[in-house]
């Protein structure tokens, strides 16, 4: 088993920055693969960024592509989401996902999000104009 818990969330204004950090715990020997989400209030959930826990290409959504940043620290056993340039419409509750055998690409789709292996709690962001 594998416990993922997220932090760095908070309070920032429009144009600011985060870093979100989700760190892993357990049997992270199994880990293939990473991701962010995020799910804003009365929304449906959508993939934010991937990456292969061995490195390799990342993916991101458009919404963030150029703005948000995955990168992973195998000997921390954390991934991180940097988050410049916020706007408004990325407040959400920012979710990280595992999984032992799904490729990064895979985290973008929407039948295979619900197939991954581990979630954490979330952690809140807010955006403010």
């Known amino acids: 088993q594998v416990q993922l818990v997220e932090s760095g969330g908070g309070l920032v204004q429009a144009g600011g920055s985060l870093r979100l950090s989700c760190a892993a715990s357990?049997?992270?020997?199994?880990?293939?693969?990473m991701g962010w989400f995020r799910q804003a209030l009365g929304k449906e959930r959508e993939f934010v960024a991937a990456i292969g826990w061995g490195g390799g290409v990342p993916y991101y959504a458009d919404s963030v592509q150029g703005r948000f940043t995955i990168a992973r620290d195998n000997a921390q056993n954390t991934a991180y989401l940097q988050m410049n340039s916020l706007k408004p419409e990325d407040t959400a509750v920012y979710y990280c996902?595992?999984?032992?055998?799904?490729?990064?690409?895979?985290?973008?789709?929407?039948?295979?999000?619900?197939?991954?292996?581990?979630w954490g709690q979330g952690t809140q962001v807010t955006v403010s104009s």
């Open positions: 996902a595992a999984d032992r055998s799904a490729g990064p690409l895979l985290y973008t789709g929407r039948s295979t999000q619900d197939r991954l292996d581990y």
């Open positions: 357990g049997h992270t020997t199994s880990l293939y693969s």
